[in-house]
């Protein structure tokens, strides 16, 4: 998959395409539907596949304290993209010149004079330009101005729900795992590098993989039962705490924090795939690292009984 950084990065050869624009947080089953159909008719007119997509999201620059939590940050989005069979990915950077741009001068700079589309598919509630005035019907009057045809994706419906990236962030606050993989049409999982910690869960007894988030805010906090890929040829078993560690004093970052099970490797630097498979309990105030030393211990217990890993002959005892 092509990835072409801002439109000033456009050449002739960009032009003519299918393509469709969008956030695409998560890329699940909703989305994927939307990419099926637009690969489908780029297939029919012998023509690249192009998604449109921005960084940071809007939301993110019109109210950052109320943007929604991300399910995927830049990196994981775009490697779901590819994963989908999408030819290109024009990425824009949004910020006050995209933002003040008027819905018409973005059809006319990117639309037309950019990618020169020939056909365009958008969401049922797709709105874009300044003040979001442009809709559904700018985009068809627009099209038969220039050219292109334009489409409607009706949304997906899956387990009686519409599927939406606002769904999927409630089921994984409410630690309901299953259904978010539903609606995402896979598990979910985070992925980032192995960073240095403070070593304090070697000091229990628990050493940890530290794995740097990357966005302002998780879909996701508490302890869970998980596997990460990345490591090996197969995925490995673990304990994970993602959160902002309430028991250690003056620390309110928020981290991943991840104990593989007989693991003892140094992996710094290296790029996993954590695999959240069942939520085991919140995160937890504990009035002394003893306390949470034996409540980690009984963490570690459960998960494996969950993933149906025995305990190693060392521990056994």
Same mark, same amino acid.
């Given at each position: 998959?092509?990835?072409?950084?801002?439109?000033?990065?456009?050449?002739?050869?960009?032009?003519?395409?299918?393509?469709?624009?969008?956030?695409? &947080?998560?890329v @699940? *089953?909703?989305?994927?539907?939307?990419f099926?159909a637009? %690969?489908a +008719? #780029?297939r =029919?007119? !012998? $023509?690249?596949?192009l998604?449109?997509?921005?960084?940071?999201q809007?939301?993110e620059?019109?109210?950052?304290?109320?943007?929604?939590?991300?399910l995927?940050?830049?990196?994981?989005?775009?490697?779901?993209?590819?994963?989908?069979?999408?030819?290109?990915?024009?990425?824009?950077?949004?910020?006050?010149?995209?933002?003040?741009?008027?819905?018409?001068?973005?059809?006319?700079?990117?639309?037309?004079d950019?990618? &020169?589309?020939? @056909? *365009?598919?958008?969401?049922?509630?797709?709105?874009?330009? %300044?003040? +979001? #005035?442009? =809709?559904? !019907? $700018?985009?068809?009057?627009?099209?038969?101005?220039?050219?292109?045809?334009?489409?409607?994706?009706?949304?997906?419906?899956?387990?009686?729900?519409r599927?939406?990236?606002t769904?999927?962030?409630?089921?994984?606050?409410?630690?309901?795992?299953?259904?978010?993989?539903?609606?995402?049409?896979?598990?979910?999982?985070?992925?980032?590098?192995?960073?240095?910690?403070?070593?304090?869960?070697?000091?229990?007894?628990?050493?940890?993989l530290?794995?740097d988030?990357?966005?302002?805010?998780?879909p996701?906090?508490?302890?869970?039962?998980?596997?990460?890929?990345?490591?090996?040829?197969?995925?490995?078993?673990?304990?994970?705490?993602?959160g902002?560690?309430?028991?250690?004093?003056?620390?309110?970052?928020f981290?991943l924090?991840?104990?593989?099970?007989?693991?003892?490797?140094?992996?710094?630097?290296?790029?996993?795939?954590?695999?959240?498979?069942?939520?085991?309990?919140?995160?937890?105030?504990?009035?002394?690292?003893?306390?949470?030393?034996?409540?980690?211990?009984?963490?570690?217990?459960?998960?494996?009984?969950?993933?149906?890993?025995?305990?190693?002959?060392?521990?056994?005892?």
């Amino acid at each position: 998959m092509q990835l072409v950084r801002g439109s000033h990065n456009l050449r002739p050869a960009h032009r003519g395409c299918v393509a469709t624009i969008g956030n695409f &947080d998560g890329v @699940h *089953l909703g989305h994927q539907a939307v990419f099926a159909a637009l %690969k489908a +008719r #780029a297939r =029919d007119m !012998g $023509l690249p596949s192009l998604v449109i997509t921005f960084e940071p999201q809007p939301l993110e620059v019109f109210r950052p304290a109320e943007a929604p939590a991300r399910l995927t940050r830049l990196r994981e989005k775009l490697a779901a993209i590819a994963d989908c069979g999408i030819d290109r990915v024009l990425l824009l950077e949004f910020g006050p010149h995209l933002a003040s741009e008027s819905a018409e001068g973005f059809i006319q700079r990117v639309l037309v004079d950019g990618l &020169d589309v020939r @056909h *365009l598919y958008v969401g049922d509630d797709f709105r874009f330009g %300044k003040g +979001r #005035a442009g =809709d559904f !019907g $700018l985009l068809q009057w627009a099209g038969a101005e220039h050219g292109f045809g334009v489409e409607s994706l009706h949304s997906v419906i899956h387990l009686d729900e519409r599927v939406s990236s606002t769904g999927i962030r409630q089921a994984l606050a409410a630690g309901d795992l299953a259904r978010a993989a539903h609606w995402l049409g896979r598990p979910y999982a985070i992925c980032g590098r192995v960073g240095h910690g403070d070593k304090r869960g070697r000091s229990i007894g628990f050493p940890t993989l530290n794995v740097d988030l990357h966005r302002r805010v998780s879909p996701l906090r508490g302890v869970f039962a998980v596997r990460v890929s990345g490591l090996g040829d197969a995925p490995l078993p673990g304990v994970a705490n993602i959160g902002n560690r309430p028991t250690v004093a003056g620390d309110d970052r928020f981290l991943l924090e991840v104990h593989l099970f007989d693991f003892d490797r140094q992996v710094y630097g290296q790029h996993i795939a954590v695999e959240f498979v069942e939520r085991l309990r919140d995160e937890k105030k504990f009035d002394s690292f003893d306390q949470l030393k034996h409540q980690i211990q009984a963490d570690a217990v459960h998960a494996r009984e969950l993933l149906g890993v025995a305990v190693a002959a060392s521990q056994a005892g």
